[in-house]
């Protein structure tokens, strides 16, 4: 199995920055694209951003020109740089990477998800 674990949020006022994490570990064989979710309360999960295996990128239009996502192929690890907060930002956050798990030829494709972390935005 492979578990995602998040790191990087708290509290912020607005305009304001953070920068989340995600690395992924265990019986990794590659991980193809990966991306960032929130959920705001009562409100359905929703994409902010996703990255390609091969670099390409994708935002949300309400996140466009102040969120960056990127990843570290080296360490199996995502970012979400965010800037500009804004009181709408406030949500947990969740890592997600599309998964090919296991050693040749028992490999398995499958989504892994993280525990998710709040993000606040507050005055």
């Known amino acids: 199995q492979v578990q995602l674990v998040e790191s990087g949020g708290g509290l912020v006022q607005p305009g304001g920055s953070l920068r989340l994490s995600c690395a992924a570990s265990?019986?990794?064989?590659?991980?193809?694209?990966m991306g960032w979710y929130r959920q705001a309360p009562g409100k359905q999960r929703e994409l902010v951003a996703a990255?390609?295996?091969?670099?390409?990128?994708n935002y949300a239009d309400a996140v466009k020109g102040r969120f960056t996502i990127s990843r570290d192929d080296t360490k199996n690890t995502v970012y979400l740089q965010m800037d500009s907060l804004k009181f709408e930002d406030t949500a947990v956050y969740y890592c997600?990477?599309?998964?090919?798990?296991?050693?040749?030829?028992?490999?398995?494709?499958?989504?892994?998800w993280g525990q998710g972390t709040q993000v606040t935005v507050s005055s």
């Open positions: 265990g019986s990794i064989f590659s991980i193809n694209a």
């Open positions: 990255i390609s295996s091969g670099g390409r990128t």
């Open positions: 997600h990477a599309a998964v090919r798990g296991g050693v040749p030829p028992f490999i398995t494709e499958y989504d892994a």
